[in-house]
């Protein structure tokens, strides 16, 4: 049955691409047809294929969604929403990056086997020199919503599929990803999805106008709609200003409609409602304003700057956010003007101590921050493997290896940093080719003859003394002095200053994993405090988790701790003794933070690092009294 309809496939995709000049009108829609046609001439792909499209190694889609972490935190609500309208229909719903690969999906449990054998899964890629004609590959070449019904797809494998897809674009119209919603069995007939598409852009419109609004804090903010209920619940445009009145930065819709009257982006608020307008708008209500000439009139609020507060990030080991230990703070600071300079670093520190986050957050705020961040574990790669994850391989270039070939993480990593975690575990032949691609900025896939020019910049991280491996021949000498342009020591948590901050924003975390507790005891927390951690942060992160797990109550208890970390029989007694002697460590904590913020709750949680709810609780739990309030 395949084998027929992809025949039948091949032979209407062959017959339009070479008649369809003379056809009064083609087949497919204009926007297809053009798609066929680079995939046809520009990627050589075979209409009768019936391979699934490439889905990323565990460690690739881990980075690309940690990447897009905003994004995805932003449009989880609505992608879910968004689910919830369509699952009865057996829909499922995917969210792409700005490079065609799934980060997010939604998917009924009953049709999920059928929906990932047909591709529709998370860490699959749709890019159109891969897949040819797709809903997500015809939004990220053409920058619109649209709906590839059937076999409008240019390969085999998709005929069955419909998709409509629409772009979510960010504040400067960059695209952000795509959303998009796909069957597996639809009606023949494309007006079906007529209703579908709609919902798509409606919810990708969502999701867009969250992302402003998050980014937008901090600046002035225009709404506007032409009808005056709609000004705050669903703006149909927004803009941000500087406190002179230049334009920052537009949703699409915003960037769509002055391009269409001015013929070009203003630049100043002034060039859209006229010099005097503003001065009459109040963020206590909506405003009718003459924009773009005297034709057009929109309902406008115009909201001062708020203080920004980011959207709260999953904790992480090493947030920056408060009470970072000051030689991390400092190394940090260092290694940006470093890396900025185009040298090479390297961080070095005992296993688990939290490197790759250092990497990551280096990146973040180092002038490289819009590319890519591509990180590669030498030591967790078998040794036959990392050659080809490295530098990727052509078609055919050994046995097993993919009919499409692979780029490699170097390529992926153009424009932006590539980070090689445990680089002393790197064989040496591999040290060879390394060291020549950071020579000549040129790499050379296995199997494949042309070179392509990188441009990236390495960090390197490694718990092994690598000057004592070049002595003893493990290393070479001469990377070894091309990678330490400048070395980075990070401190074991034993001996870092915020461990207490540290432990009380990973608990918090992994509580909300487990449905929530509300809080360390004390003898626990003087427990954890105390002990070594020979596996540092890493450690930590799993006995938070293990405790949580176990806890029958709100409140994790020192018995809910592993063995081996709150110590031999009798150590809970004796724990909880001392606890109750001594004043204990977060009690004081909490009370430096209080005092110095004049006991305002809220100020003292944000140089916590914790929720005013959490504050409170705390606060409860160690008997603190606020002045001229009872007991919390």
């Not at 408060?322 to 940090?332: F, K, N, V």
């Not at 949680?605 to 002045?627: D, F, K, W």
Request: charged content about 25%; proline content about 5%; overall charge neutral.
């Amino acid at each position: 049955m395949f084998a027929a309809h992809s025949k039948a496939h091949v032979d209407c995709v062959s017959r339009v691409l070479r008649h369809a000049g003379r056809l009064p009108q083609a087949p497919v829609p204009d926007l297809i047809l053009d798609s066929w046609r680079r995939s046809m001439d520009q990627y050589h792909l075979d209409p009768a294929s019936q391979q699934g499209p490439r889905i990323l190694s565990h460690t690739v889609l881990k980075e690309c969604r940690e990447r897009a972490d905003l994004f995805l935190r932003i449009a989880g609500e609505e992608v879910a929403r968004l689910h919830g309208r369509v699952r009865e229909a057996d829909y499922c719903v995917l969210l792409t990056d700005a490079q065609g690969q799934t980060i997010d999906y939604r998917v009924e449990s009953g049709i999920r086997n059928d929906c990932r054998k047909a591709g529709l899964y998370l860490g699959t890629c749709w890019s159109e020199g891969e897949e040819g004609t797709c809903g997500v590959a015809a939004v990220l070449t053409g920058k619109a919503p649209v709906t590839v019904h059937k076999r409008d797809h240019f390969r085999a494998a998709f005929i069955g599929l419909t998709c409509s897809a629409a772009p979510v674009f960010d504040p400067q119209g960059e695209l952000l990803g795509v959303l998009d919603v796909s069957a597996l069995q639809s009606p023949d007939d494309r007006r079906s999805q007529h209703l579908i598409r709609q919902m798509v852009v409606q919810s990708a419109r969502v999701i867009e106008n969250a992302f402003f609004m998050h980014s937008a804090q901090g600046h002035w903010l225009l709404r506007a709609h032409s009808a005056p209920g709609y000004v705050d619940s669903q703006p149909d445009y927004l803009l941000a200003l500087d406190n002179d009145g230049r334009l920052l930065a537009l949703n699409s819709m915003a960037r769509q409609a002055l391009r269409q009257r001015f013929g070009r982006l203003p630049e100043h608020i002034n060039e859209v409602f006229g010099p005097d307008a503003l001065q009459a708008v109040t963020d206590e209500t909506p405003q009718l304003l003459r924009w773009g000439g005297d034709d057009g009139e929109l309902h406008v609020r115009l909201s001062a700057p708020r203080r920004q507060h980011p959207m709260r990030a999953v904790p992480t080991e090493e947030s920056a956010a408060t009470q970072l230990d000051p030689r991390i703070a400092q190394s940090l600071q260092l290694a940006v003007r470093v890396k900025d300079c185009n040298l090479p670093v390297l961080i070095q520190g005992e296993t688990g101590s939290g490197k790759e986050v250092f990497a990551r957050q280096l990146h973040d705020i180092s002038a490289r921050r819009s590319g890519p961040f591509v990180a590669l574990n030498c030591a967790a790669i078998p040794e036959s493997l990392i050659e080809s994850e490295l530098f990727g391989y052509v078609a055919g270039a050994f046995t097993g290896a993919s009919s499409k070939g692979m780029r490699g993480l170097l390529q992926q990593a153009d424009g932006g940093t590539l980070f090689l975690d445990e680089i002393g575990d790197m064989p040496l032949s591999l040290q060879t080719r390394l060291l020549r691609v950071m020579a000549e900025g040129e790499v050379a896939p296995l199997g494949g003859a042309r070179r392509q020019t990188v441009d990236i910049q390495v960090i390197c991280a490694t718990h092994r003394n690598l000057a004592a491996m070049v002595a003893d021949g493990s290393f070479r000498e001469d990377l070894y002095f091309r990678l330490s342009g400048a070395r980075f020591q990070l401190p074991p948590l034993r001996e870092r200053s915020d461990r207490l901050v540290l432990l009380n924003r990973l608990f918090e975390e992994e509580a909300r994993l487990c449905g929530g507790r509300a809080g360390l005891s004390a003898s626990a927390l003087e427990c954890l405090l105390s002990y070594a951690w020979p596996g540092n942060i890493r450690q930590l992160r799993y006995v938070l988790r293990y405790a949580c797990a176990v806890s029958a109550g709100m409140t994790v208890q020192l018995s809910d701790l592993p063995e081996d970390v709150r110590g031999a029989p009798g150590t809970e007694r004796s724990l909880t003794h001392s606890v109750e002697e001594r004043v204990s460590p977060q009690r004081q904590l909490l009370l430096d933070a209080l005092i110095r913020h004049r006991w305002k709750p809220g100020d003292a949680a944000r140089s916590l690092g914790i929720s005013r709810a959490t504050l409170y609780r705390r606060v409860n739990l160690h008997g603190i009294e606020m002045p001229g309030k009872r007991r919390i």
